[in-house]
Antibody, heavy 121, light 108 residues
């Protein structure tokens, strides 16, 4: 059974750096064809893909946010960490992590429950 | 950057209706497309991947089609639990994994 859970601060101040952790179980991020991604959703708005890391440490970022994002993995702890620098109120959103499977058609097939991050002074 | 455009942005329908949602990619993505359903306050749920493959456990009234730039999600007979927002996403890892703007399916 695959599960993922996001954790991190619920409130950050403008200009601060956000660090979110995705802790997962039921799979290994050392298995070929597996990845973990981050997606966010501002209140009342659409989903936005942020970043993705694969079993082989290949990393992909949203072009519009690439300069602010860093994604890393700790395979031994079953965790993926996303950092986003220079936070702004427009970054207020629910942040999700999700399991990505490449075999026979890539998709995010398991999602965490999400964590709401508010950016405010 | 690749853009994913969904239409309509919202649709009002009744239980039993056939509902079709379209998604257009700004460049060809072959069959690298997924569809998700999201209910208020919940995480998205995968419905369709590889444009037309039904995710395990998803009812067969959901179907997907298309390739290249034009895709559709069809709900053959709308059920009460299907009222939700639906998103397409381009799934080719060599391109940004862009989501569409969403289509809200509302009760008529």
């Amino acid at each position: 059974q695959i599960t993922l859970k996001e954790s991190g601060p619920t409130l950050v101040k403008p200009t601060q750096t956000l660090t979110l952790t995705c802790t997962f179980s039921g799979f290994s991020l050392s298995t070929s064809g597996v990845g973990v991604g981050w997606i966010r959703q501002p209140p009342g708005k659409a989903l936005e893909w942020l970043a993705l890391i694969y079993w082989n440490d290949d990393k992909r970022y949203s072009p519009s946010l690439k300069s602010r994002l860093t994604i890393t993995k700790d395979t031994s702890k079953n965790q993926v960490v996303l950092t986003m620098t220079n936070m702004d109120p427009v970054d207020t959103a629910t942040y999700y992590c999700a399991h990505r499977r490449l075999a026979a058609g890539a998709r995010f097939d398991y999602w965490g429950q999400g964590t709401l991050v508010t950016v405010s002074s | 950057d690749i853009q994913m455009t969904q239409s309509p942005s919202s649709v009002s329908a009744s239980v039993g209706d056939r509902v079709t949602i379209t998604c257009r990619a700004s460049q060809g993505i072959s069959s690298w497309l997924a569809w998700y359903q999201q209910k208020p306050g919940k995480a998205p749920k995968l419905l369709i991947y590889a444009a037309s493959s039904l995710q395990s456990g998803v009812p067969s009234r959901f179907s997907g089609s298309g390739s290249g730039t034009d895709f559709t999600l069809t709900i053959s007979s709308l059920q009460p639990e299907d009222f939700a927002t639906y998103y397409c996403q381009q799934a080719n890892s060599f391109l940004p994994l862009t989501f569409g703007g969403g289509t809200k399916v509302e009760i008529k």
